[in-house]
């Protein structure tokens, strides 16, 4: 199999096929634990198949099919191709001797996303970090690493922000908090370079950044770093993403998600306009 170039997304092509085949199934009248059994597996594999979380077999989404009543030679062959498709491995599979499983599952999100909301208060987002800054980011969080693991994390982050260039990119919203600005990770020399980077792509049209100043006080966001990712395809329902010590989060019920929402856009309105983002980069790289 080749690998998808940046822009595509096998496992937004999964999510759909899952969503897919759960339709069909809830159609049919047929429980998760019937159709695992008709395929030979549990109730759990259904559901993790449902959800895109793993890959399909060809084999077992022909059985599904079958057992949900698609016999149209047309529909059949789509839904056998899109599961061929959501097999391939992304580009950032080359990676994954340093890219952990449950990171995984969120370059791939990325890479479909059209419109990617972060709010961080530690670090600069990943998707707007400097080669150097990004360096010294991965060189703090994994001390035992090796100098080649660190560059090849080095890399695939800025491979990832070859997604942010050129025709059918997402837009990205990023709010940074204060302290992510102040705190000098890499040295004085790596910040000032950072905050002009910062300066820079402010311009974008695809790119909207704020700061969150520490004179605003408390604010909406105070437990921590999160991103929502929105996808084109009205199928997919909006994706948290919140990263943990060793592994992640990621919620896609209306009922966790709205809050996220609620709070991202509390945090859009109590920062700053995107217009002054400039000049308060300004008066920070002047102190550094």
Known sequence: MTADAPGTGSTVRRILLGSHLRRLREAAGITRDAAGFYIRASESKISRLELGRVSFKERDVADLLTLYGVTAEGEREMLLSMAREANAPGWWHKYSDVLPNWFQTYVGLEEAASLIRTYEVQFVPGLLQTEAYARAVVSLGQKEASAREIERRVALRLMRQERLKGEGAPRLWAVIDEAALRRPIG?????????????????????????????????????????????????????????????AVYLDKREDVDPYLAAMERLCVESPTPQSTAEILGEILREI
């Open 187 to 247: 040295g004085p020399e790596v910040m000032r370079e950072q905050i002009e980077h910062l300066i820079t792509i402010s311009k974008l049209p695809n790119l909207t950044l704020q700061v969150m100043p520490f004179k605003f006080g408390g604010h909406s966001a105070e437990g921590g770093a999160f991103s929502i990712l929105r996808f084109p395809d009205t199928d997919l329902p909006d994706v948290v993403y919140v990263e943990q010590l060793w592994g």
